[in-house]
């Protein structure tokens, strides 16, 4: 079955570390999106790549990064310069152009804790 | 700017009973429309879409009319099940040589037995 998988599901982190979360589609998506959800409120995007090699930020990208190195992929590293991660993150694609309306198909999500 | 509102929650309701979710946006251009659901502790998953003005959005037996003169697109189901406890996200999406979302904060819905 096509999809996105997001790992690990649950991850706990000491303040001061990096930590990478991954995120894979078979989908043969062009796009992909990282958001972040928070309790209580929407989902704010960090970054998006809609093609291998390119990514742009989103409304929130400070203390975060990404690369795109496969169509397939889009890990998002959570830096120690990230001030609040805790957080669900959901990773996100999309059919870039055409006649499609822009519909999101989104993983099972990723939930960080800062120890 | 482009913005999605929608009405605070959290709604409760008795099973059977008749659910409205309300929702209006702000746009520049014209956005296609979403209603997400997001049952806890996964991802999201498309509930429903309209692409234009007048379209009707439709599954599971919820429903969604896109009506341009009033800026809305409110969610709405007849009968409610315990199983429709989640929370409803609605969205809009334009089309800028990519695909922009914006999503409303969220309404967690609580059906009881």
């Known amino acids: 079955d096509g999809g996105i998988t997001q790992s690990p599901k649950y991850l706990f982190r000491k303040e001061g570390q990096n930590v990478t979360l991954s995120c894979e589609q078979n989908l043969n998506h062009d796009a992909m999106y990282w958001y972040r959800q928070d309790p209580g409120q929407g989902l704010r995007l960090i970054y998006y790549s809609q093609i291998v090699n390119d990514f742009q930020k989103g409304d929130i990208a400070e203390g975060y990064s990404v690369s795109r190195e496969k169509k397939e992929s889009f890990p998002l590293t959570v830096t120690s310069a990230q001030k609040n991660p805790t957080a669900f993150y959901l990773c996100?694609?999309?059919?870039?152009?055409?006649?499609?309306?822009?519909?999101?198909?989104f993983g099972e999500g990723s939930r960080l804790t800062v120890l | 700017g482009n913005s999605v509102t929608q009405m605070e929650g959290p709604v409760t309701l008795s099973e059977e009973a008749f659910l409205t979710i309300n929702c209006t946006y702000t746009?520049?251009?014209?956005?296609?429309l979403f209603w997400y659901v997001q049952y806890p502790g996964e991802g999201l998953q498309l509930l429903l879409k309209a692409t234009k003005a007048d379209d009707k959005g439709s599954n599971k037996g919820f429903e969604a009319t896109y009506r341009k003169e009033t800026t809305s697109f409110h969610l709405e189901k007849g009968s409610v099940q315990v199983s429709d406890s989640a929370v409803y996200f609605c969205a809009l999406t334009l089309n800028t040589g990519g695909f922009k979302t914006i999503f409303g904060a969220g309404t967690r819905l609580f059906v009881k037995a």
């Open positions: 996100a694609s999309s059919i870039k152009r055409g006649t499609n309306t822009g519909e999101l198909f």
């Open positions: 746009a520049t251009g014209y956005p296609s």
